[in-house]
């Protein structure tokens, strides 16, 4: 009587991985142009998460980066 070899079926992930990576990249990355972005008003709002809490703020020569923290907006200017 004769072995029977079985031989699964592997699906091939190359590059699974890296798109993923790619795609969880792109979020970030999308994310901090949003909070890059220079701001003539002063920040008011509440923040809805981590990245939303930084805020860049321009009015002629001044320069501020606005941070939540302990629900208030502070601030440090930037030369």
Same mark, same amino acid.
């Given at each position: 009587? &004769?072995? %029977?070899?079985? &031989?699964?079926?592997?699906?091939?992930? $190359?590059?699974?991985?890296?798109?993923?990576?790619?795609? +969880?990249?792109? =979020? *970030?990355?999308?994310? *901090?142009?949003? +909070? *890059?972005?220079?701001?003539?008003?002063?920040?008011?709002? =509440?923040? &809805?998460?981590?990245?939303?809490?930084?805020? %860049?703020? &321009?009015?002629?020569? @001044?320069?501020? *980066?606005?941070?939540? %923290?302990?629900? =208030?907006?502070?601030? $440090?200017?930037? @030369?």
């Amino acid at each position: 009587m &004769k072995d %029977i070899i079985i &031989k699964p079926k592997i699906k091939d992930f $190359t590059g699974l991985f890296d798109k993923a990576n790619e795609n +969880v990249n792109s =979020i *970030l990355l999308n994310n *901090l142009r949003n +909070v *890059l972005k220079t701001n003539t008003t002063i920040p008011t709002y =509440i923040p &809805k998460n981590f990245l939303e809490s930084f805020y %860049i703020y &321009k009015n002629d020569t @001044t320069y501020r *980066l606005y941070i939540y %923290i302990d629900n =208030i907006w502070k601030y $440090t200017d930037l @030369t």
